[in-house]
């Protein structure tokens, strides 16, 4: 049997290759299993690299996803052709839907869309099988990887250790990683090449050509590997010994597409029906795609035939068909998302009570920090950025429904529901915290460990506010239990201040919400307001508590109350200041240092608020 190397190369069998001893099979095994290695660390960081470049823009699309199955699909399709993984995009996916952002009816047609995506890794690998003979253009020949692996690499690392730029660092990563992918695929080639001439070799994949035996043979080796990409290309590498033949590599390729399904089933464990429902649907999308693709394939080999069926594949040839069964598959099947939705429904069934878990606004956070997105960094910090937002508006209710409470207007139920709302803070910032040191070594860009620094101090902060607030829920109990009220002007003046400082509770809240730089510089101008508002009454309370227009009981109270809303303020201020400094390079900003400069170096439009807010808490 004579054939061409992938490189361009005759290779003329000896008797050696014929009759080979068990150490030279095993070192074989060690190149091999060496170049698998390199060629699934290539590929890691490959995908690490684009998920980078693109800022989690592509995964922040598919959370506005609409029913259009059609948008679905392409969007699924480009999602995991940047993550070079359709067992990443469905774990991402099935963590959206279990965190609520994505419905079970568009996750299907993303689910479809990343098996077309993850054909893309086979069609660039197939440049291996580019020939490279003396007579071939130079420019054809620098595309074969032999040659493009090691100038990639060395343009990666020269762009990766020159910048400081995140993107353009994350782009030498990527290039690295695409040259190390091709060295694996190297590797895995030229270990095999010396194979291809041992009869067990031929005999096992001829052994494959049984439909039944090679779907399951694909599944299970995908499914050890983790990755559908890896295996296509662990197979395109087989393919250059030429002992592959298409009758083998059919039911293989159709096999992988089910063994990735069991990432995303292990994926959904311990999540919601629907999240679950998600993975039931990868799977069954691919299984039922498989039989049916084998029917049709096994039909018309049994009545017209296939010239080619007997005949060596090539690395060209195994990427057209991956890619060619995945865009069919999903092209039949788009007109019955409905259908696989029911089907999966029905293998996951709600219970008779139905799924409606009555857990409040902390189970339904906490089920948005969903470990599944760590996968995805930016989507995992913006789920944590809209957890520490809801933490907030926990804390303003808390601090506006207590007011309720003074001024003869007392509730044990209100009280029992703000202790909850408490409760429910001091949880999510536990989770919350948690969550945020696990992103933390997800290789995150020098913006995203800003951003994950911001968001420990601003849940620590919320979490100082939601405490105070309870501190002035313990003195309206007191203060009922005694059952001694303030006077009027005292309840007049807390009144004063209390609009202040729900009014920087609420700014404090719409900053972290928009991150909004301009709206965090309105806050220490009302800071200061509140500040003053706090020495004047202070002042004032104990002028009444001399004079006996005041019970002892009640004035401490008032002037507990006001050393509370004072720090609400304060903490609040800091937000400001966290804000402002994630949005910079620089590391973040001393607070006293800051506000030491804004009174130092006070500018029209800080002294203009200034003036404006004394105006309108004055008292």
Excluded at 235 to 243: F, K, P, T, V
Excluded at 315 to 336: E, K, R, S
Excluded at 432 to 440: E, M, P, Q, S
Aim: proline content about 2%.
């Amino acid at each position: 049997m004579k054939y061409k190397k992938a490189f361009g190369k005759k290779h003329v069998p000896t008797k050696k290759e014929n009759n080979m001893t068990g150490s030279e099979i095993l070192l074989i095994a060690i190149q091999a299993f060496g170049g698998v290695a390199l060629f699934i660390y290539g590929m890691t960081m490959l995908g690490s690299g684009l998920e980078k470049i693109s800022g989690g823009k592509m995964e922040k699309i598919l959370s506005s996803l609409t029913s259009n199955v059609f948008k679905s699909v392409c969007l699924g399709a480009v999602v995991t052709a940047a993550v070079q993984s359709s067992g990443a995009t469905t774990v991402i996916i099935v963590g959206m839907v279990n965190a609520g952002i994505l419905k079970l009816s568009s996750a299907i047609g993303v689910i479809m869309g990343a098996n077309i995506g993850t054909t893309v890794t086979g069609q660039i690998l197939r440049l291996a099988g580019i020939e490279s003979g003396g007579d071939t253009n130079i420019f054809i020949q620098l595309l074969n990887p032999r040659y493009l692996a090691p100038i990639i690499s060395i343009i990666g690392l020269i762009i990766f250790m020159l910048s400081k730029n995140d993107v353009k660092k994350s782009l030498g990563e990527t290039l690295i990683g695409l040259g190390i992918l091709f060295t694996g695929m190297l590797s895995m080639s030229d270990s095999v090449q010396p194979l291809s001439e041992l009869k067990e070799f031929q005999q096992l994949f001829a052994t494959l050509s049984n439909p039944v035996l090679g779907v399951i043979a694909g599944a299970v080796v995908t499914a050890l590997l983790q990755s559908s990409s890896a295996a296509v290309g662990i197979l395109q590498a087989i393919s250059q010994s030429g002992a592959l033949k298409n009758s083998a590599a059919f039911p293989i390729i159709m096999g992988q597409n089910i063994g990735t399904c069991v990432t995303s089933i292990i994926s959904a464990a311990g999540a919601s029906k629907n999240a679950k429902r998600a993975a039931v649907v990868h799977l069954y999308f691919n299984v039922i795609g498989t039989i049916v693709f084998l029917a049709v394939v096994y039909t018309i080999k049994a009545t017209a035939g296939f010239a080619f069926w007997d005949e060596p594949i090539s690395m060209g040839g195994i990427a057209n068909f991956h890619t060619f069964f995945n865009v069919v598959a999903t092209i039949c099947f788009l007109p019955f998302t409905k259908l696989l939705e029911k089907l999966a429904c029905l293998t996951i069934r709600d219970k008779p009570e139905g799924e409606i878990n009555p857990d409040g606004t902390e189970e339904i956070t906490v089920k948005a920090l969903d470990e599944r997105l760590l996968k995805s960094p930016s989507l995992a910090i913006q789920q944590a950025h809209n957890t520490v937002v809801t933490m907030g508006r926990l804390a303003l209710q808390n601090f506006t429904e207590m007011r309720k409470l003074f001024g003869g207007d007392f509730n044990e139920k209100t009280v029992s529901r703000l202790k909850a709302n408490e409760t429910s803070i001091d949880r999510m910032e536990d989770r919350l915290n948690a969550y945020l040191v696990k992103l933390n070594d997800c290789g995150l860009t020098d913006y995203e460990n800003r951003r994950v620094t911001e968001l420990l101090h601003l849940t620590s902060e919320f979490e100082r506010i939601g405490d105070y607030a309870m501190n002035l829920i313990e003195n309206a109990e007191k203060l009922n239990d005694m059952e001694v009220s303030f006077s009027e002007n005292a309840l007049k003046e807390l009144g004063v201040i209390s609009d202040a400082v729900e009014e920087i509770i609420g700014m404090a809240v719409d900053t972290v919400k928009n991150n909004s730089v301009a709206l965090a510089k309105k806050i220490e101008p009302l800071e200061e307001t509140v500040d003053y508002l706090n020495e004047i009454l202070k002042a004032r309370h104990i002028e009444r508590l001399k004079e006996g227009k005041c019970v002892v009981e009640s004035g401490v109270n008032f002037l507990d109350l006001l050393v509370n809303l004072e720090r609400i303020s304060d903490h609040c201020s800091n937000i400001a200041v966290y804000v402002m400094s994630a949005q910079k390079s620089s590391s973040i900003l001393n607070r006293h240092e800051y506000i030491q400069a804004q009174h130092e170096n006070s500018s029209t439009e800080y002294l203009a608020l200034t003036e404006q807010y004394m105006t309108k808490y004055s008292v």
